[in-house]
């Protein structure tokens, strides 16, 4: 059977982890979080103390090629890591490779049914031919007010108007950058994700049930 290849993309905390979980789990899919290799990079940078303009540094890292755990540990998901993945993010030569991991990723799992992949470039750089590609949408307010719950629940300290404008600044970054902007890809259809995720999933699965019946015919 063809691999199945979803993509999901949206902005920071729009809930496309939570949506790539379930469709990963409903469908047989096997998941893969773009944001996590990202993160990882950026750990071994801020280990390394390096700064996200020190281009020189930052070219060495890559060029030594380095493995990126796809363990989504706590630490990776702190503020100080989020600043600066987006903040490294937005380098061609960084995305190069974190895009060719992820096909690496895709292509040596092939005994899978196929992938459930999210980030903010999947559906319009990484893999433009997906079978499906999903975009997030949320408010910015309702974003903020998820991500602010998910870190006291975490056990971490946080102000709700600082998450907010992280949020924003975050956006700004992932959208405005030269390489890669976040962008809604072309041919994807828009999820609605402010109201219950019962009927984000009512959405999805209709969504996916139709790619899978025109693939069966
Ligand atoms: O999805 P997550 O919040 O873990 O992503 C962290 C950051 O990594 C994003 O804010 C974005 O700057 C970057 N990222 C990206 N492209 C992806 C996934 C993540 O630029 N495909």
Do not use: C
Request: glycine share 4%; charged share 35%; no cysteine.
């Amino acid at each position: 059977m063809k691999k199945i290849i979803i993509t999901i993309d949206g902005p920071a905390a729009s809930g496309k982890e939570k949506i790539a979980k379930y469709i990963a789990k409903k469908w047989k899919l096997k998941h893969l979080d773009s944001g996590i290799l990202y993160r990882q990079l950026a750990l071994i940078i801020l280990k390394k103390k390096i700064k996200y303009d020190n281009l020189f540094e930052l070219r060495k890292i890559i060029k030594s090629k380095p493995k990126l755990s796809l363990r989504k540990t706590k630490k990776i998901r702190s503020q100080e890591v989020s600043a600066l993945t987006s903040s490294i993010a937005v380098y061609k030569f960084i995305r190069e490779y974190i895009n060719r991991k992820q096909r690496q990723i895709v292509k040596i799992n092939s005994n899978q049914r196929g992938f459930v992949i999210d980030g903010r470039d999947i559906g319009s750089v990484v893999f433009k031919k997906a079978d499906l590609k999903l975009f997030v949408y949320v408010s910015e307010k309702n974003r903020a007010k998820r991500r602010y719950k998910q870190l006291i629940d975490s056990g971490e300290k946080s102000i709700y108007q600082k998450i907010l404008k992280e949020i924003k600044l975050r956006d700004r970054q992932d959208k405005n950058r030269k390489h890669s902007p976040l962008v809604i890809p072309k041919g994807s259809h828009l999820i609605e994700n402010n109201g219950s995720f019962n009927d984000t999933k009512k959405q999805i699965n209709y969504l996916i049930r139709s790619i899978l019946d025109g693939l069966s015919k």
